[in-house]
């Protein structure tokens, strides 16, 4: 159901981002990037943090958001306003990796534990990267499997 | 242009290079695309290129035709030796080598670093359809790589002392593009990444490049029929086999220069029929991933770190992407590290990849690594085979000829070994199965695992004997059990399973095949059971026959009256003691006398044993009771049969009774001879297995045991009160041979007492049954509200 996948490096760069609508891939870009500020609020608020994974969960970042529909995605939503409503939802890894969903929400009203489910999933993929030993930390994630997983996640909604 | 005389090496050569150049064969080749790049990979300065194009005519042509080519491709070949180029020295430079080419192109995909000196070949750029270089006979490509890079600084920087050698690869299939690398069998022979095109036709009668070095270079030359070169290598090199070339088996290439281009030809066609799966490791590229593997890693089990592993594979001048993604998908646990198997696929894959395979999207199922595990195990028992099937193509590398169709023959050989790496894959399945079926096997075996479970499965089946019994006896019977006959229909009524009563009637041949049991198993309650459940189809034959046949019954009996008092050690322990200590002290004589005396207790023992059962534990309760009911029939049978002392003068009696098979009565009149038994250890365990084996002889004990149990009465719990009637009818059960011989009365009081005990144990069993329907109840209450609480669980 995610609309968008990203995962932003510790340096705050993005590794790997993917969004569904590949249009507006520059509005997720934007997105994501305004969602790192949350991220990195959260995280410093919980200060020494113990690590766990409820603590990498971040749960919803923004509640909603408007997101503007463009003719190709209109969908027949209730609100005009705002048609597509979406969650950005946060996860951070041990090693200050982030991972910033945006789901919309206009389907799937809450399922935190399907969130964390996908967030579980990307980090075990992110974890199966990182063994790669031609991976280097710090590039573009190219992974394939990476790739077809991200891709069973996005799918999923459309 | 001059004429152009060619040797016939040099014809084949040259014709197969245009061949390779020819792509569209339109009989001209174009000066682009790979006559360009065979130019250039004949490393001769640009101006030098440009003047044997112009020798040649093809700038005047603009193309190259077939003599153009020729002649360019002399003019090269001279202009490599060193000669001027000339046009009058196509023809008069003699014995002019083969032109050199090596391989430029593709580096970027089958560049293998020097390091690595795998002989990745030839591209899949390639046609597949090139004839195997002319013969001068060698396209060793040792030689030819060795020769090569000499010359020139190959790209490649090969390690010549690089151990990785270019990994073999057999050109499984169909792919005609695969080029199977030829390994050096020398090793170290430095790999060339081999750009397809430029077909590396090692120069002929060079030395092997067995060294490092020239492997890269030869790596070119591996060019033509992939297959069909590697055939030819095949030949000579043992190391190449029919499927993985070793272009480092230099001085095998002679011999497979010496290869017609037609029999490669028909080699290529029989390769590519002969494996299926392009993915399929052959047994010698896997000898050489696994000598790889020892480089890195010399424990086979053990792992390859990922840090290695990532030195090692980067050699292969594969781009990081892709070996990122043959990692991926070579790493089938994600662990990091490559075991044996997981390296060999990923080799396996970076050399597909080399020859221009592209990566899979998911791991091949010949490479998996469970696949592979299995084929490791053949492989270790093919490599002798291998070897000799290698030996024998290096053999024959003389002989041209024979040392095709030798080929052709290994490579079925070889072809069936690869069979075996899935029949591997089946074997495991069936190893998989083979364990399944062990696994069913056990719970198959019979009692001697299972002791306890057969007590619980013994209540239905005792119950069932009973009830036979019961019916059985009650025809039989006549005066004393017709009265008898009516309490237990009224019983058997009331509960389906008119334990007591049943075990009355059926304890009679119950008690007969629990002896037999006794003598087969006397230890397990539950053999007794079974054989009791046997028996009570044959029961009938065995009511009627006389007492028991003088078995081991005594023994039995014995370690039937151990068992029981392991059984009962739980809820009797002193008791039976006590049980037993108490039949001896009863004189059989008196139990007319004391018949009454029993009956007026039965009932209140049989409201004890009731109440007993019901508070007490049902399952031991019942089991034990059954099994003492079974144990009375045996030991009364057993007693009877063996002891003859006044129970013996109980024996007429009992039979009689017996015949009325109310082990109730029989029960009864146990009870009153019960003090005079004797055994009342033997008894105990009769008890056990007297309501489970009917017998003749059986009753008589139960009587007295009964007896005996009525004078326990007093003495023994609630809890004990049960098995104390069963030991005290065990107990009677040993009195009753000194019983036998008594008066009629006797037995016919005895009788009513075994009647009355059976119509106490019935209305026992009735309740212990409505027990356990109680608890099936709650029980089901229970699941009920558990399921009722699961959905909520779920939300």
Same mark, same amino acid.
């Given at each position: 159901?995610?609309?968008?996948?990203?995962?932003?490096?510790?340096?705050?760069?993005?590794?790997?981002?993917?969004?569904?609508?590949?249009?507006?891939?520059?509005?997720?870009?934007?997105? #994501?990037?305004? /969602?790192?500020?949350?991220?990195?609020?959260?995280?410093?608020?919980?200060?020494? @943090? +113990?690590? !766990?994974?409820?603590?990498?969960?971040?749960?919803?970042?923004?509640?909603?958001?408007?997101?503007?529909?463009?003719?190709?995605?209109?969908?027949?939503?209730?609100?005009?306003?705002?048609?597509?409503?979406?969650?950005?939802?946060?996860? #951070?890894?041990? /090693?200050?990796?982030?991972?910033?969903?945006?789901?919309?929400?206009?389907?799937? @009203? +809450?399922? !935190?534990?399907?969130?964390?489910?996908?967030?579980?999933?990307?980090?075990?993929?992110?974890?199966?990267?990182?063994?790669?030993?031609?991976?280097?930390?710090?590039?573009?994630?190219?992974?394939?499997?990476?790739?077809?997983?991200?891709?069973?996640?996005?799918?999923?909604?459309? | 242009?001059?004429?152009?005389?060619?040797?016939?090496?040099?014809?084949?050569?040259?014709?197969?290079?245009?061949?390779?150049?020819?792509?569209?064969?339109?009989?001209?080749?174009?000066?682009?695309?790979?006559?360009?790049?065979?130019?250039?990979?004949?490393?001769?300065?640009?101006?030098?290129?440009?003047?044997?194009?112009?020798?040649?005519?093809?700038?005047?042509?603009?193309?190259?035709?077939?003599?153009?080519?020729?002649?360019?491709?002399?003019?090269?070949?001279?202009?490599?030796?060193?000669?001027?180029?000339?046009?009058?020295?196509?023809?008069?430079?003699?014995?002019?080598?083969?032109?050199?080419?090596?391989?430029?192109?593709?580096?970027?995909?089958?560049?293998?670093?020097?390091?690595?000196?795998?002989?990745?070949?030839?591209?899949?750029?390639?046609?597949?359809?090139?004839?195997?270089?002319?013969?001068?006979?060698?396209?060793?490509?040792?030689?030819?790589?060795?020769?090569?890079?000499?010359?020139?600084?190959?790209?490649?920087?090969?390690?010549?002392?690089?151990?990785?050698?270019?990994?073999?690869?057999?050109?499984?299939?169909?792919?005609?593009?695969?080029?199977?690398?030829?390994?050096?069998?020398?090793?170290?022979?430095?790999?060339?990444?081999?750009?397809?095109?430029?077909?590396?036709?090692?120069?002929?009668?060079?030395?092997?490049?067995?060294?490092?070095?020239?492997?890269?270079?030869?790596?070119?030359?591996?060019?033509?029929?992939?297959?069909?070169?590697?055939?030819?290598?095949?030949?000579?090199?043992?190391?190449?086999?029919?499927?993985?070339?070793?272009?480092?088996?230099?001085?095998?290439?002679?011999?497979?220069?010496?290869?017609?281009?037609?029999?490669?030809?028909?080699?290529?066609?029989?390769?590519?029929?002969?494996?299926?799966?392009?993915?399929?490791?052959?047994?010698?590229?896997?000898?050489?991933?696994?000598?790889?593997?020892?480089?890195?890693?010399?424990?086979?089990?053990?792992?390859?770190?990922?840090?290695?592993?990532?030195?090692?594979?980067?050699?292969?001048?594969?781009?990081?992407?892709?070996?990122?993604?043959?990692?991926?998908?070579?790493?089938?646990?994600?662990?990091?590290?490559?075991?044996?198997?997981?390296?060999?696929?990923?080799?396996?894959?970076?050399?597909?990849?080399?020859?221009?395979?592209?990566?899979?999207?998911?791991?091949?199922?010949?490479?998996?690594?469970?696949?592979?595990?299995?084929?490791?195990?053949?492989?270790?028992?093919?490599?002798?085979?291998?070897?000799?099937?290698?030996?024998?193509?290096?053999?024959?590398?003389?002989?041209?000829?024979?040392?095709?169709?030798?080929?052709?023959?290994?490579?079925?050989?070889?072809?069936?070994?690869?069979?075996?790496?899935?029949?591997?894959?089946?074997?495991?399945?069936?190893?998989?199965?083979?364990?399944?079926?062990?696994?069913?096997?056990?719970?198959?075996?019979?009692?001697?695992?299972?002791?306890?479970?057969?007590?619980?499965?013994?209540?239905?089946?005792?119950?069932?004997?009973?009830?036979?019994?019961?019916?059985?006896?009650?025809?039989?019977?006549?005066?004393?059990?017709?009265?008898?006959?009516?309490?237990?229909?009224?019983?058997?009524?009331?509960?389906?399973?008119?334990?007591?009563?049943?075990?009355?009637?059926?304890?009679?041949?119950?008690?007969?095949?629990?002896?037999?049991?006794?003598?087969?198993?006397?230890?397990?309650?539950?053999?007794?059971?079974?054989?009791?459940?046997?028996?009570?189809?044959?029961?009938?034959?065995?009511?009627?026959?006389?007492?028991?046949?003088?078995?081991?019954?005594?023994?039995?009996?014995?370690?039937?009256?151990?068992?029981?008092?392991?059984?009962?050690?739980?809820?009797?322990?002193?008791?039976?003691?006590?049980?037993?200590?108490?039949?001896?002290?009863?004189?059989?004589?008196?139990?007319?006398?004391?018949?009454?005396?029993?009956?007026?207790?039965?009932?209140?023992?049989?409201?004890?044993?009731?109440?007993?059962?019901?508070?007490?534990?049902?399952?031991?309760?019942?089991?034990?009771?059954?099994?003492?009911?079974?144990?009375?029939?045996?030991?009364?049978?057993?007693?009877?049969?063996?002891?003859?002392?006044?129970?013996?003068?109980?024996?007429?009696?009992?039979?009689?009774?017996?015949?009325?098979?109310?082990?109730?009565?029989?029960?009864?009149?146990?009870?009153?001879?019960?003090?005079?038994?004797?055994?009342?250890?033997?008894?105990?365990?009769?008890?056990?297995?007297?309501?489970?084996?009917?017998?003749?002889?059986?009753?008589?004990?139960?009587?007295?045991?009964?007896?005996?149990?009525?004078?326990?009465?007093?003495?023994?719990?609630?809890?004990?009160?049960?098995?104390?009637?069963?030991?005290?009818?065990?107990?009677?059960?040993?009195?009753?041979?000194?019983?036998?011989?008594?008066?009629?009365?006797?037995?016919?009081?005895?009788?009513?007492?075994?009647?009355?005990?059976?119509?106490?144990?019935?209305?026992?069993?009735?309740?212990?049954?409505?027990?356990?329907?109680?608890?099936?109840?709650?029980?089901?209450?229970?699941?009920?509200?558990?399921?009722?609480?699961?959905?909520?669980?779920?939300?």
């Amino acid at each position: 159901m995610a609309v968008c996948v990203a995962v932003i490096a510790k340096e705050n760069y993005p590794l790997y981002i993917r969004s569904i609508p590949t249009e507006n891939e520059l509005k997720f870009h934007y997105m #994501v990037h305004t /969602s790192l500020d949350v991220v990195d609020e959260k995280i410093s608020a919980m200060g020494k @943090a +113990l690590v !766990d994974q409820r603590e990498l969960y971040l749960g919803l970042l923004y509640p909603t958001e408007d997101y503007k529909v463009y003719p190709s995605h209109q969908s027949p939503c209730v609100e005009s306003t705002f048609p597509n409503q979406l969650c950005r939802y946060g996860y #951070v890894t041990n /090693s200050k990796v982030k991972f910033v969903m945006v789901v919309d929400s206009s389907n799937t @009203a +809450l399922r !935190d534990n399907e969130i964390r489910s996908m967030f579980r999933k990307l980090h075990n993929s992110y974890t199966d990267v990182m063994c790669n030993p031609f991976y280097n930390p710090g590039d573009r994630i190219h992974s394939r499997a990476f790739d077809s997983m991200v891709t069973s996640m996005m799918i999923q909604v459309c | 242009m001059e004429g152009l005389t060619l040797s016939d090496a040099e014809q084949k050569y040259y014709s197969d290079l245009f061949s390779y150049c020819d792509i569209e064969s339109t009989k001209k080749v174009a000066a682009n695309g790979r006559v360009l790049e065979l130019f250039r990979a004949a490393q001769l300065p640009n101006d030098v290129v440009l003047q044997i194009m112009e020798l040649c005519g093809a700038t005047r042509l603009g193309y190259f035709g077939r003599s153009q080519f020729y002649i360019a491709l002399k003019l090269v070949a001279v202009a490599q030796s060193g000669f001027p180029l000339r046009v009058e020295s196509i023809n008069t430079v003699k014995d002019l080598p083969l032109p050199r080419f090596v391989a430029s192109k593709n580096e970027q995909e089958s560049r293998h670093a020097a390091s690595y000196s795998s002989d990745s070949e030839n591209q899949g750029s390639y046609s597949g359809v090139i004839p195997p270089p002319p013969g001068r006979g060698q396209v060793k490509k040792g030689s030819v790589s060795h020769d090569t890079v000499q010359p020139r600084t190959s790209a490649d920087q090969q390690e010549p002392a690089s151990p990785v050698v270019s990994p073999q690869q057999s050109p499984p299939t169909s792919p005609h593009t695969w080029r199977k690398h030829s390994r050096h069998p020398s090793g170290g022979n430095s790999e060339r990444p081999l750009a397809g095109p430029g077909p590396f036709w090692s120069p002929f009668g060079e030395a092997q490049s067995g060294s490092s070095a020239g492997d890269a270079v030869w790596s070119g030359h591996s060019p033509p029929p992939p297959q069909e070169t590697w055939v030819s290598f095949a030949d000579t090199p043992p190391t190449s086999t029919l499927l993985t070339m070793h272009p480092a088996s230099v001085q095998d290439q002679t011999t497979v220069r010496t290869v017609a281009s037609a029999t490669a030809a028909n080699e290529i066609r029989r390769q590519s029929s002969s494996y299926d799966d392009p993915w399929k490791i052959t047994d010698e590229q896997r000898q050489y991933y696994v000598n790889q593997f020892k480089t890195i890693q010399p424990d086979l089990n053990g792992f390859i770190p990922g840090s290695a592993a990532k030195e090692f594979f980067t050699k292969s001048k594969l781009p990081i992407l892709e070996l990122s993604h043959i990692w991926e998908l070579s790493d089938f646990d994600k662990d990091g590290a490559l075991t044996l198997d997981e390296f060999c696929a990923a080799f396996h894959l970076v050399v597909a990849r080399k020859n221009g395979y592209d990566l899979p999207e998911k791991l091949p199922e010949s490479l998996m690594p469970k696949l592979i595990d299995l084929e490791d195990s053949a492989d270790v028992g093919d490599q002798p085979g291998e070897v000799g099937y290698s030996g024998s193509p290096a053999e024959a590398p003389p002989s041209k000829s024979p040392s095709m169709p030798s080929l052709n023959q290994t490579w079925p050989e070889l072809n069936q070994s690869s069979e075996q790496w899935e029949t591997f894959s089946e074997r495991s399945s069936s190893s998989q199965t083979l364990t399944q079926f062990d696994s069913n096997i056990a719970p198959a075996d019979p009692d001697t695992a299972i002791v306890h479970p057969v007590p619980i499965r013994m209540t239905p089946s005792k119950i069932h004997m009973q009830e036979m019994e019961l019916k059985r006896t009650g025809s039989d019977h006549t005066n004393p059990t017709s009265p008898l006959l009516v309490k237990t229909s009224d019983l058997s009524e009331e509960s389906k399973i008119n334990s007591s009563v049943k075990f009355a009637s059926g304890n009679t041949v119950d008690g007969y095949s629990s002896s037999d049991s006794f003598t087969s198993d006397p230890e397990q309650i539950g053999n007794n059971v079974t054989h009791q459940r046997s028996h009570s189809g044959t029961s009938p034959d065995n009511t009627a026959p006389p007492p028991p046949p003088p078995r081991p019954q005594p023994s039995h009996s014995r370690s039937s009256s151990l068992d029981m008092n392991r059984t009962f050690a739980v809820t009797t322990g002193q008791q039976q003691a006590g049980v037993v200590a108490h039949p001896p002290a009863v004189p059989p004589r008196p139990q007319p006398s004391q018949a009454p005396g029993p009956v007026v207790h039965r009932p209140v023992d049989a409201d004890g044993l009731i109440t007993h059962t019901s508070t007490s534990p049902q399952q031991i309760p019942e089991q034990p009771n059954f099994a003492d009911f079974s144990q009375f029939e045996v030991f009364a049978a057993s007693n009877v049969n063996e002891e003859q002392d006044d129970e013996a003068e109980k024996h007429p009696e009992v039979l009689p009774v017996e015949k009325a098979s109310d082990p109730a009565s029989s029960l009864r009149v146990a009870k009153t001879d019960s003090k005079i038994e004797e055994k009342t250890a033997a008894s105990v365990p009769a008890n056990v297995s007297k309501g489970t084996t009917p017998l003749a002889p059986p009753p008589k004990p139960v009587r007295r045991r009964l007896k005996s149990e009525d004078e326990l009465r007093p003495e023994v719990d609630e809890h004990t009160q049960k098995t104390g009637v069963l030991a005290a009818v065990l107990a009677s059960q040993p009195s009753i041979p000194r019983s036998v011989g008594k008066d009629k009365k006797a037995i016919q009081a005895s009788i009513r007492r075994n009647k009355e005990t059976n119509t106490v144990l019935a209305r026992l069993n009735s309740e212990l049954q409505q027990q356990l329907k109680d608890v099936l109840e709650e029980r089901i209450s229970l699941e009920v509200q558990l399921e009722q609480l699961r959905p909520f669980s779920h939300l």
